[in-house]
């Protein structure tokens, strides 16, 4: 574990340099842990891969005792399974009206639709870190078959519920946004619920999912459910 001070009112604490699962579930451990103590002086945690940066009030707590509480966190041992969290069924439909580069993908992979949409729905994703957007979960856990480069131009605006992949990742964009991963399918489900103050994010460091595929009559069914 190595400790930074990154500003004045935050300490980065870092487990590794790559993404590792057990680097992450060092992060979420002590993310969790961090996270129950409800400490007045710390204002706010950002998990990511394998780091996890720490915002204090700086009137009210110094570095040197930061680091010692991070590090008594730090030193308890993580336990198997203890990163687990919910797992979700995420339903997707894969019509190329929703996936504009599912094309793109294919050729660029050697796959057939049928055989793309396989791979990507058979593995069992985690949810690192949630960034960019409200919501949008960093996963990992996509077939390397799967990776393709990010558009040479980002799109000035992505379709909410867009599910995309960049480079050796893939994601969801919970809202309409600008974006430069390739498209290849849309979920009905609402990631980002700001009318849900208490849990506005469906997913949360941790957690697991799976894409289910779906055809265009049970996206339309879903599209109107209330989740």
């Not at 969790?32 to 103590?37: E, F, I, Q």
């Not at 399974?81 to 050697?110: M, N, Q, W």
């Not at 994601?171 to 009905?188: D, E, H, K, M, N």
Request: charged share 20%; glycine share 8%.
């Amino acid at each position: 574990m190595e400790l930074i001070a990154s500003s004045d009112h935050s300490l980065l604490v870092r487990f590794g340099s790559s993404i590792d699962t057990a680097a992450h579930a060092q992060t979420l451990a002590l993310f969790r842990a961090l996270n129950g103590l409800h400490d007045p002086r710390i204002r706010n945690l950002h998990p990511a891969y394998a780091s996890l940066q720490v915002d204090f009030d700086p009137l009210a707590c110094q570095h040197a005792e930061m680091e010692e509480l991070v590090s008594g966190l730090a030193s308890r041992p993580v336990t198997k399974g203890s990163a687990a969290g919910r797992t979700h069924e995420i339903p997707v439909c894969y019509e190329p009206e929703f996936g504009e580069d599912l094309e793109d993908v294919c050729k660029h992979t050697g796959l057939s639709r049928a055989e793309l949409i396989a791979a990507h729905t058979a593995p069992e994703y985690i949810v690192y870190f949630l960034g960019f957007s409200p919501g949008f979960a960093y996963l990992g856990g996509l077939p390397a078959i799967l990776a393709v480069p990010r558009l040479p131009t980002p799109r000035r605006s992505v379709p909410v519920g867009s599910v995309a992949i960049g480079g050796e990742q893939t994601g969801v964009y919970p809202i309409a946004s600008p974006g430069g991963w390739r498209l290849i399918g849309r979920t009905p489900v609402p990631l980002f619920r700001p009318d849900n103050r208490e849990h506005p994010m469906l997913f949360e460091p941790g957690d697991a999912l799976r894409f289910v595929n779906i055809d265009r009559a049970r996206y339309e069914e879903l599209l109107h459910a209330k989740f």
